[in-house]
């Protein structure tokens, strides 16, 4: 019980001392282009009828589908543990692969290169 108090009253005391030292060291002098909203690149003040690459959304939904990708895999090396584990390896190695190939294939047809 004591053990536990101890650590309690550690991360508070580390908590508050971090809180403290960001407030004390970190500058605050607002000018017009920290008060402007930031979208994404985009020039706030314009119009937002004009014409946007959508690359920008392509490398968005790649982020997405392989940040998926890692939360499936998570559970693997647990799953090796099963009486089966060559059935989990098996789905696992194939989702990787159609992942992969579908990477390779916007690769080469040039989705992925920002200038054109």
């Not at 536990?4 to 009253?9: N, R």
């Not at 001392?17 to 960001?22: E, H, V, W």
């Not at 392989?66 to 060559?86: K, R, V």
């Not at 990477?103 to 992925?112: A, D, H, P, S, T």
């Amino acid at each position: 019980m004591n053990m536990i108090t101890f650590m309690i009253t550690l991360s508070l005391t580390l908590s508050l001392i971090l809180t403290a030292l960001n407030f004390w060291i970190a500058q605050m002098n607002p000018d017009s282009e920290k008060l402007s909203p930031y979208e994404c690149g985009f020039d706030p003040l314009g119009s937002a009828r004009l014409p946007f690459s959508i690359r920008f959304f392509l490398v968005a939904i790649l982020f997405l589908l392989f940040d998926l990708e890692i939360a499936l895999l998570l559970p693997l090396p647990w799953a090796t543990q099963l009486q089966n584990p060559t059935t989990t390896l098996m789905w696992a190695s194939i989702l990787i692969l159609l992942l992969t190939l579908g990477l390779v294939y916007e690769w080469i047809q040039g989705g992925l290169e920002w200038a054109e």
